[in-house]
């Protein structure tokens, strides 16, 4: 068959399947969640990649187009396409900033975006606050404005999305560097805080560069060159710009200026779905680890010497789960699940003894908060506000004394 006419046909195939495939949910697909337009965006883009290459397959019998290939016009012409469009692609990353890896925020990132926004926030702060929050998303409820109430302690809340050690000694590098330095460090930790530290260089924004050894800045800056040039920043831009005010995309989580999370509450029928997820899926094996990394754990360490260094006190906490959750963890692997807790608790009791600037609860099985249910939790491990402040009340003794020790060691240290 002539190459000509397996591009027409090519062509007439690739048509109908597009119609077929999309005319009924068209807009459900390109309009609706970011998943089903990223799917789409890609689906589209596959499709135009073949058009092109079955065009080209076509045309290259052509002696005039081998000719043309094969000299130095051809070569000149393809980087004059190819150069630009790179460019193009790495302009749009960074005004668009879709994964808030750059500093643009003309429009809403895709993700939550926690470790860019709330650096901007702190920085926006008018003065230092008493304590800062540290932690994952299980610690985005902790509100810097009860602890206030409580403790007559300033607070901002720092927590982010699958935050662990090394965000921790990043974030803890930045307010000592920046000059804002807290008394206080109050941080959400369990086991997958101790995580590949490598990764986690990966997930900051560029402006966390100054804070990081320079392997760790290399291999942002690697990442973020990569995720810039990729098809899925393209896609996830294009939605930015022009689909998720218009879909009035809901987000699980906005943050107020002193960076509390402030989640939309799921009816009960999702609150089961996202509790019988986490039941099922693979968050609920994290409870049953073997071993803590021990790049997680140095890093953490550094953490807590840099602190101790700069008179901050520091008070690591293991947050609650709902009692749904951990009751079926327990059950399924009762051994797995027990030497996994005694594990994080020894190591963490174990700073604690040996630092005198720390102090650690486990509040993991706490069961006046576990046992709140759907009136505490979201799911399976994030916290409504209620239960948040109850955290907040059984912590409040060693906040208390963790101040006292810094305000004990300021008065001894130089300059303060």
Avoid at 346 to 372: C, G, H, Q, W
Wanted: charged share 20%; aromatic share 12%; net charge neutral.
């Amino acid at each position: 068959m002539k190459p000509k006419y397996l591009f027409m046909i090519g062509c007439c195939l690739l048509i109908f399947y597009g119609l077929l495939a999309n005319y009924f949910d068209f807009n459900a697909r390109t309009l609706g969640s970011l998943n089903n337009f990223g799917s789409a965006f890609r689906q589209l883009f596959v499709m135009a990649a073949i058009l092109i290459l079955l065009g080209l397959l076509s045309w290259s019998t052509s002696n005039s187009i081998r000719t043309e290939i094969n000299s130095a016009r051809f070569v000149r012409n393809w980087f004059g396409g190819f150069v630009p469009m790179l460019v193009i692609a790495l302009g749009i990353a960074i005004i668009v900033n879709p994964h808030a890896r750059f500093s643009g925020d003309l429009y809403p990132p895709v993700n939550v975006g926690a470790r860019k926004i709330k650096m901007d926030l702190y920085r926006d702060l008018e003065s230092v606050p008493d304590l800062v929050i540290l932690g994952s998303s299980r610690a985005f409820t902790i509100s810097p404005g009860y602890i206030e109430e409580k403790t007559g302690y300033s607070a901002f809340n720092m927590a982010i999305e699958s935050g662990d050690a090394g965000d921790f000694y990043l974030q803890s590098k930045l307010l000592v560097k920046s000059e804002s330095t807290p008394r206080v460090l109050l941080i959400e930790i369990h086991q997958n805080s101790f995580g590949d530290v490598s990764k986690t260089w990966q997930l900051q924004p560029m402006a966390m560069v100054p804070y990081m050894p320079w392997k760790g800045a290399l291999t942002l800056s690697e990442e973020s060159l990569a995720d810039a040039l990729g098809l899925q920043s393209i896609s996830d831009s294009i939605y930015s710009v022009f689909l998720s005010k218009q879909q009035g995309e809901t987000w699980t989580i906005n943050l107020d200026k002193y960076g509390t999370g402030i989640r939309t509450a799921p009816t009960h029928e999702e609150y089961k779905k996202l509790l019988n997820a986490t039941i099922k899926g693979p968050t609920k094996n994290n409870v049953y680890c073997k071993r803590l990394s021990s790049d997680g754990k140095e890093i953490l360490e550094k953490m807590i010497a840099l602190a101790k260094e700069n008179g901050i006190g520091v008070v690591l906490y293991e947050s609650p789960m709902n009692f749904t959750f951990y009751s079926a963890a327990y059950e399924q692997n009762p051994d797995g699940f027990n030497s996994c807790r005694n594990l994080v608790n020894s190591y963490l009791s174990s700073l604690a003894e040996s630092n005198p600037n720390v102090f650690f609860r486990d509040l993991s099985v706490y069961e006046p908060i576990s046992k709140l249910l759907e009136d505490g939790y979201y799911d399976a491990i994030h916290l409504r506000p209620k239960a948040a402040e109850m955290v907040v009340d059984v912590l409040i003794p060693d906040i208390e004394a963790a101040m006292a020790w810094s305000h004990q060691v300021s008065v001894k240290m130089p300059g303060q």
